[in-house]
């Protein structure tokens, strides 16, 4: 991984989405006593703009600094290290399979989401128990099938603007 200011202003700049979609944009779930959000779908486009390696970063980090800011703290590192699993898993299949097959941008995308609702969901176990958790999977579920589905909508509006190939081009 070779940082240099185009690639740490890229990265700050999907952190920084990830963060705000994350924290702004976010509905209470009274159960965890944590909340849905908008974030994973900048997550997906972290890793579709910025590749696996810094999308993981800036998903990861993003997502954890927007539940360290908002006082939940005790999912800043579980959701350090689930959202940098669901970001990497997608970034593989990409990786593996070309970014141009969106076939398989997708399947990533489903995939890295399992991992995330597997991951919240075995953490909850721990921290709520396992009936609560099982009942948050609707939940989690949501938040991920929505960001999937945010996240490939943008990706269709970047590349009918041309935005992407000049998002790329920085």
């Known amino acids: 991984m070779k940082w240099n200011t185009k690639m740490l202003t890229k990265t700050a700049m999907m952190m920084a989405l990830v963060f705000i979609c994350t924290y702004t944009f976010k509905i209470p779930v009274s159960l965890t006593g944590g909340y849905t959000h908008l974030g994973d779908c900048m997550i997906f486009l972290s890793v579709i703009l910025l590749g696996r390696k810094y999308g993981v ?6 997502a954890a600094l927007s539940d360290f800011t908002g006082g939940f703290l005790i999912w800043v590192i579980p959701t350090l290290l689930i959202k940098g699993m669901m970001a990497w898993t997608m970034g593989t299949f990409i990786d593996r399979f070309s970014l141009k097959k969106k076939g398989w941008m997708i399947i990533g995308a489903v995939i890295a989401g399992l991992v995330q609702i597997t991951g919240y ?3 909850k176990i721990f921290i709520i128990g396992t009936k609560a958790a099982l009942l948050t999977i609707p939940t989690i579920s949501f938040q991920t099938c929505f960001g999937i589905a945010a ?20």
């Open 57 to 62: 970063v800036a998903g990861a980090a993003g």
């Open 121 to 123: 969901t075995f953490v």
């Open 151 to 170: 996240a490939f909508i943008f990706l269709k509006i970047f590349e009918k603007t041309n935005a992407l190939e000049m998002i790329q081009n920085i």
